[in-house]
C-alpha cells in the first residue's frame, strides 16, 4: 500500500479538482484562485532551483514568463481561432486537444532560448552581474512587446479565450485547470530529478563555493546555463498556462518586476533550496493575496513589511534547506517508499 | 540636424543627465562601502521629492496655515531644497538603521540585505500609493521661468541652475571624498573592509555618513525635479531610479566618477533616441524605444565591459 500512497495522493486530489469543477461544486472563483496557486507553484519552484539551490540572484522571472505567455498564445490563437490578425483558424478545434501541451512546451523553449541569451552574457562575470542583467531583461521584454503592434502593443494581446470556450464546447471539462496540474506536477519531478543528477549535484557545490567547485572538476559555466535555462523554461510554461486564464487576455503590464517581486517573495519565503518549501509558501501567499484583495493598495504596504520582518527574525524562510520529510521524517515512509531512509541525517541549516 | 537643434537637446541631455548622475552617486556610493545594492534608492529619490513638495506648499502657506509672513520664492526654494536633504537623509539613514544593519551584524547573507532593500523599495512606494493617492502632484514654481534664446537656442532659468547646481554640488562631492576624513574613510573601506576597523576606523559611522550623503543628493535631484518638470509622482523612482541605476554599472559600479558619466552618457543617448525620430528617413525609431536602447545599453556594457568605463576589474583570490 505505502509503495502506491504518493500516486494515490495525487491521483485523489487530480480527481477531487477537476471531478468538483466538473460537477459544479468548485465555483469559477475558486477555479481561478487555483489555477493561480497552480501557476506560482510552477513559477517558484522554477525560481528557486537558480535562486535558492543554486544561489545566484535571478529577478526577472515575469519576463520569462511573459515571453512563453505570449508565445503559447499566440500560437493558440493562430491554430484554433478567428483572429483579426491571424485570419481564420489554421486547424479544426478537435486539434487542440492533443496540441495544446505543444504549444505550452514551445512556449517554455522560446522563454529557454531567451533564458540561455541571458546567461551567456551575465555568467561570464561576477554574482551581481545576473541581478541587474535578468532586471534588464525584464523591462526589455515588456518593452518589446509593448513596441509590437501587431500583437497588441501595450493594450495587450486577446483571443485565448475562444480557443478555451471552444475546446469547452466539444467536452465540457476544466481544461486549464487539467494541463496546470499536468504543468505543476511536471515541473516538481523535473526540478526533483535535476538536483538529484550530477549536474544539480554540481548546482548545489556552486552555491558552496564556486571556486572549489570548479576545482573539483564541475564545469560551472555549463552547470549554471543548464539550470538557469531550465528554470526559464518552466517560467515560460508557467506563462503559457497563465495567458489562457478565464479573462482571455494578456498585456505587457503583467509581468513588470512587481510580478518578479511577488515570485522572490515566495521563494525567500517558502525557503531557498526547498522544493516542499516553494510549494507550501506559493499556496499560502496566493491565499494571503486573495485575502487581503478587499484592502486595496494597503496590501503591497503588508506584504513588503512581512517580508522585511521574516528577514530580521528568520531569514532561512518557512522550511529553510529543508524538505518536509526532513522535518517529519514519518512522512518519508510514504512519499519516498523505494529509499532506504534508516540512518539518513539531513544536512541542518 | 542642424547645429542650433542640436545644441538644445544637448542643453536638455545635460539637465536630464544632472538627475541620473545625482541618484546614480547614491547607488555608487553604497555599493562601494558596503557592496549592497540598494535598490531602495530610487524610491528614497520619489521621498525627496515628495518631502520638498510638502516644504514648499507649507511654507508658502497653502495648507489653510498661514505663515505670519511672506517668504520671497528664492528663500522658500533654498529652505525646501535644504529641508527636503535633511528629512531624506534621516530617512536613509533610518532604514539602514532599521533593516540593513541588523542583517550586517548577523553576519547574513548579502542575499537578503538585497532582498530587503527591494522590499523597502516596494514599500515605500505603496505607503506613499495608500496614503497619497496615485494623482500626480503639481509641484510649486519657486523660481519664475524666464525664457532666454540666444542664436536660435532657447533655454529657461531653471535648467541652468540645475545643471549649474548640480555640477557644483558633484565637484563637492568628489572634495569631500578625496579630501576629507570620511571620505578617505569610505575609500578604505571599499579597499579592504577586514582592515578598516582594525585601523581604528568607525566602520558604522562611515556607513551611515555614506547613506546620509547619497539620501541627501537623491533628495536634491527630486526637488530639482519637480522645479524643472513641474509634475511628481509616486512612481517617479521606478524608472528614473531604475535609470539611474544602469548609469552606475555603464560608469563602473562603486566608481563617483564612473556615476556621473554615465549618467550624462544615458541622458544623451535617451534624449537622441528620442531626437533622431523626428528627422525624416529615422521615423522607424520611435520614442517608445527609448526604454528598449537603454537597457540595451546596460546589456551591452556588461557583456563587453563588466566592470563599466572607470571600474577596474578585481581579480578573485582564492
Not at chain 1, 477537476?18 to 469559477?28: A, H, P, R
Not at chain 1, 519552484?45 to 537558480?50: I, P, T, W
Not at chain 1, 515570485?263 to 519565503?269: A, D, H, K
Given at each position: 500500500m505505502r509503495r502506491y500512497s504518493l500516486p494515490l495522493i495525487i491521483i485523489a486530489l487530480f480527481v477531487l479538482t477537476?471531478?468538483?469543477?466538473?460537477?459544479?461544486?468548485?465555483?469559477?472563483y475558486i477555479q481561478l484562485v487555483l489555477l493561480y496557486i497552480g501557476i506560482n507553484v510552477i513559477l517558484?519552484?522554477?525560481?528557486?532551483?537558480?535562486?535558492?539551490?543554486?544561489?545566484?540572484?535571478?529577478?526577472?522571472?515575469?519576463?520569462?514568463?511573459?515571453?512563453?505567455?505570449?508565445?503559447?498564445?499566440?500560437?493558440?490563437?493562430?491554430?484554433?481561432?478567428?483572429?483579426?490578425?491571424?485570419?481564420?483558424?489554421?486547424?479544426?478545434?478537435?486539434?487542440?486537444?492533443?496540441?495544446?501541451?505543444?504549444?505550452?512546451?514551445?512556449?517554455?523553449?522560446?522563454?529557454?532560448?531567451?533564458?540561455?541569451?541571458?546567461?551567456?552574457?551575465?555568467?561570464?562575470?561576477?554574482?551581481?552581474?545576473?541581478?541587474?542583467?535578468?532586471?534588464?531583461?525584464?523591462?526589455m521584454v515588456k518593452s518589446s512587446i509593448e513596441n509590437m503592434e501587431v500583437i497588441g502593443g501595450p493594450r495587450g494581446f486577446v483571443g485565448m479565450k475562444r480557443v478555451m470556450n471552444a475546446m469547452g464546447d466539444v467536452l465540457d471539462a476544466p481544461w486549464l485547470l487539467i494541463w496546470t496540474f499536468v504543468g505543476i506536477f511536471a515541473t516538481i519531478v523535473i526540478i526533483r530529478n535535476f538536483i538529484s543528477s550530477t549536474l544539480g549535484k554540481g548546482v548545489e557545490a556552486i552555491r558552496e563555493d564556486e571556486i572549489a567547485a570548479e576545482i573539483m572538476g564541475v564545469n560551472t559555466r555549463r552547470t549554471k546555463v543548464a539550470a538557469f535555462m531550465l528554470s526559464c523554461g518552466l517560467a515560460g510554461l508557467a506563462g503559457g498556462l497563465f495567458a489562457h486564464w478565464p479573462g482571455g487576455y494578456i498585456n505587457p503590464l503583467m509581468f513588470t518586476f512587481l510580478r518578479?517581486?511577488?515570485?522572490?517573495?515566495?521563494?525567500?519565503?517558502g525557503g531557498m533550496g526547498s522544493i516542499t518549501g516553494s510549494i507550501i509558501s506559493a499556496i499560502l501567499f496566493t491565499l494571503l493575496l486573495e485575502l487581503l484583495r478587499p484592502l486595496g493598495v494597503f496590501k503591497w504596504v503588508v506584504i513588503p513589511l512581512l517580508l522585511i520582518v521574516m528577514m530580521l527574525r528568520r531569514p532561512q524562510g518557512i522550511m529553510g534547506s529543508r524538505e518536509l520529510t526532513d522535518v517529519f521524517p514519518r512522512l518519508r515512509a510514504f512519499l519516498q517508499p523505494d529509499k532506504e531512509v534508516e540512518g539518513y541525517a539531513p544536512a541542518s541549516d | 540636424m542642424t547645429l542650433d537643434i542640436f545644441l538644445q537637446h544637448l542643453l536638455n541631455a545635460l539637465q536630464w543627465g544632472s538627475f541620473y548622475a545625482l541618484i546614480a552617486l547614491g547607488y555608487t556610493m553604497v555599493y562601494g562601502v558596503l557592496l549592497l545594492v540598494n535598490f531602495a534608492h530610487g524610491d528614497i529619490f520619489m521621498v525627496g521629492a515628495y518631502a520638498g513638495f510638502f516644504i514648499a506648499?507649507?511654507?508658502?502657506?497653502?495648507?489653510?496655515?498661514?505663515?505670519?509672513?511672506?517668504?520671497?520664492?528664492?528663500l522658500v526654494l533654498v529652505l525646501t531644497i535644504i529641508g527636503s536633504m535633511t528629512l531624506t537623509a534621516g530617512l536613509g539613514v533610518g532604514i539602514e538603521r532599521a533593516a540593513y544593519r541588523p542583517l550586517r551584524e548577523r553576519g547574513a547573507n548579502r542575499l537578503y540585505v538585497v532582498i530587503t532593500a527591494l522590499m523597502v523599495g516596494v514599500l515605500l512606494e505603496n505607503l506613499n500609493l495608500w496614503r497619497l493617492g496615485g494623482a500626480d502632484r503639481g509641484f510649486p514654481q519657486l523660481i519664475r521661468k524666464?525664457?532666454?534664446?540666444?542664436?536660435?537656442?532657447?533655454?529657461?532659468?531653471?535648467?541652468?541652475?540645475?545643471?549649474?547646481?548640480?555640477?557644483?554640488?558633484?565637484?563637492?562631492?568628489?572634495?569631500?571624498?578625496?579630501?576629507?576624513?570620511?571620505?578617505?574613510?569610505?575609500?578604505?573601506?571599499?579597499?579592504?573592509?577586514?582592515?578598516?576597523?582594525?585601523?581604528?576606523?568607525?566602520?558604522?559611522?562611515?556607513?551611515?555618513?555614506?547613506?546620509?550623503?547619497?539620501?541627501?543628493?537623491?533628495?536634491?535631484?527630486?526637488?530639482?525635479?519637480?522645479?524643472?518638470?513641474?509634475?511628481?509622482?509616486?512612481?517617479?523612482?521606478?524608472?528614473?531610479?531604475?535609470?539611474?541605476?544602469?548609469?552606475?554599472?555603464?560608469?563602473?559600479?562603486?566608481?563617483?566618477?564612473?556615476?556621473?558619466?554615465?549618467?550624462?552618457?544615458?541622458?544623451?543617448?535617451?534624449?537622441?533616441?528620442?531626437?533622431?525620430?523626428?528627422?525624416?528617413?529615422?521615423?522607424?525609431?520611435?520614442?517608445?524605444?527609448?526604454?528598449?536602447?537603454?537597457?540595451?545599453?546596460?546589456?551591452?556594457?556588461?557583456?563587453?565591459?563588466?566592470?563599466?568605463?572607470?571600474?577596474?576589474?578585481?581579480?578573485?583570490?582564492?
Open positions: 477537476i471531478g468538483g469543477s466538473w460537477l459544479g461544486i468548485l465555483d469559477s517558484t519552484v522554477s525560481l528557486n532551483l537558480v535562486n535558492g539551490y543554486m544561489g545566484e540572484f535571478s529577478c526577472g522571472h515575469a519576463g520569462f514568463m511573459a515571453v512563453g505567455a505570449y508565445v503559447a498564445g499566440i500560437l493558440t490563437v493562430w491554430l484554433f481561432a478567428e483572429d483579426k490578425v491571424f485570419g481564420a483558424p489554421v486547424l479544426p478545434i478537435g486539434w487542440a486537444f492533443p496540441l495544446f501541451p505543444i504549444t505550452l512546451v514551445i512556449g517554455s523553449i522560446a522563454a529557454a532560448l531567451v533564458g540561455l541569451l541571458v546567461a551567456i552574457p551575465s555568467f561570464r562575470t561576477r554574482g551581481d552581474y545576473l541581478a541587474i542583467i535578468t532586471l534588464a531583461v525584464n523591462y518578479s517581486t511577488e515570485v522572490m517573495v515566495m521563494v525567500y519565503l | 506648499t507649507f511654507l508658502l502657506g497653502q495648507y489653510g496655515f498661514q505663515l505670519p509672513f511672506t517668504l520671497p520664492s528664492w524666464q525664457i532666454y534664446t540666444v542664436g536660435g537656442v532657447s533655454f529657461t532659468n531653471v535648467k541652468i541652475i540645475v545643471i549649474g547646481l548640480s555640477i557644483v554640488v558633484m565637484l563637492a562631492l568628489e572634495l569631500i571624498v578625496r579630501r576629507t576624513k570620511v571620505g578617505m574613510a569610505m575609500r578604505a573601506i571599499s579597499y579592504d573592509k577586514v582592515a578598516v576597523p582594525l585601523m581604528g576606523i568607525p566602520l558604522n559611522r562611515i556607513i551611515v555618513a555614506t547613506f546620509a550623503l547619497g539620501s541627501s543628493l537623491a533628495a536634491l535631484a527630486g526637488v530639482m525635479y519637480g522645479t524643472a518638470y513641474e509634475v511628481i509622482s509616486f512612481d517617479m523612482g521606478i524608472f528614473v531610479g531604475w535609470k539611474a541605476f544602469i548609469c552606475a554599472v555603464v560608469g563602473g559600479i562603486g566608481e563617483i566618477r564612473g556615476a556621473v558619466a554615465g549618467g550624462f552618457i544615458l541622458a544623451f543617448v535617451e534624449i537622441f533616441v528620442v531626437a533622431l525620430g523626428q528627422i525624416p528617413g529615422f521615423q522607424w525609431l520611435s520614442s517608445t524605444y527609448r526604454d528598449l536602447v537603454a537597457f540595451s545599453i546596460l546589456l551591452v556594457f556588461l557583456t563587453f565591459r563588466p566592470t563599466g568605463i572607470f571600474g577596474a576589474p578585481r581579480r578573485q583570490k582564492v
